[in-house]
């Protein structure tokens, strides 16, 4: 079974506080993704890396910046947290064959409160 | 402006009746739509997909149809049980890349 982990599933920051968000993936997979779930929005991608220190912007990329040292674990990092990250986000990964499609597999999320 | 909307935010249906989840798009490049089920505090976990060279496929209870001439697809759920009970994700891919675009999700209430 494929897991992905991630380290916090609630987190509460101050405005202006840096903040790390952790996912760890155990299947070898080349893709990881940071999504973030805003109700009536559903999952919106922030950034996707594709290899270590690789990094691709997603749609909402503004605020945030990622960090893919080992190929198993992707950070997220909001540099100076702000009350519109409050939200839940998802880390995600994917086997990397080219051609076609590859199912992501989800983590359970962190529930990130900015006050 | 969101390429693939899911217009209905919310479905109750009866334990036993059928359920349909309506999804449309608007990029023509997409090739490949998936439908995942989130349950709360848990992340979502992928249901059924379906390539664009199909208009069906089927799962057990779970059928996914695509109009293409439509933009549109949907998830029927035959008989529905109260465990199916949750927020539904319409996505699509498109030339087979790894990147999803999601729709913005419908909560399914199936009561006993």
């Known amino acids: 079974d494929v897991k992905v982990t991630q380290s916090s599933r609630y987190l509460v920051k101050r405005t202006g506080e840096k903040v790390f968000l952790e996912c760890v993936q155990d299947?070898?997979?080349?893709?990881m993704f940071w999504y973030r779930q805003d109700p009536g929005l559903g999952l919106r991608l922030i950034y996707f890396?594709?290899?270590?220190?690789?990094?691709e912007k997603g749609d909402i990329p503004e605020g945030y910046s990622v960090s893919r040292e080992k190929k198993e674990r992707f950070s997220l990092i909001l540099e100076s947290a702000s009350t519109n990250q409050t939200s839940m986000y998802l880390c995600a990964s994917s086997p990397g064959f080219a051609g076609r499609f590859n199912e992501q597999f989800f983590g359970p999320g962190t529930r990130l409160t900015v006050l | 402006d969101q390429q693939v909307k899911q217009n209905s935010p919310s479905l109750s249906v009866q334990e036993g009746r059928i359920s349909i989840l309506n999804c449309d798009y608007t990029?023509?490049?997409?090739?490949?739509f998936l439908w995942y089920k989130k349950y709360p505090a848990e992340g979502p976990t992928f249901l059924i997909s379906?390539?664009?060279?199909?208009d069906k496929n089927e799962d057990g209870r779970f059928t996914v149809f695509l109009n293409k001439s439509a933009k549109h697809l949907s998830l029927h759920i035959v008989p529905s049980q109260p465990g199916d009970s949750a927020v539904y994700f319409c996505?699509?891919?498109?030339?087979?890349?790894?990147?999803?675009?999601f729709g913005g999700g419908t909560r399914l209430m199936v009561k006993p």
């Open positions: 890396s594709y290899d270590v220190k690789m990094k």
């Open positions: 990029n023509s490049m997409f090739d490949y």
């Open positions: 299947m070898d997979h080349e893709n």
């Open positions: 996505a699509a891919s498109a030339n087979a890349g790894n990147m999803l675009t």
């Open positions: 379906i390539s664009s060279i199909k």
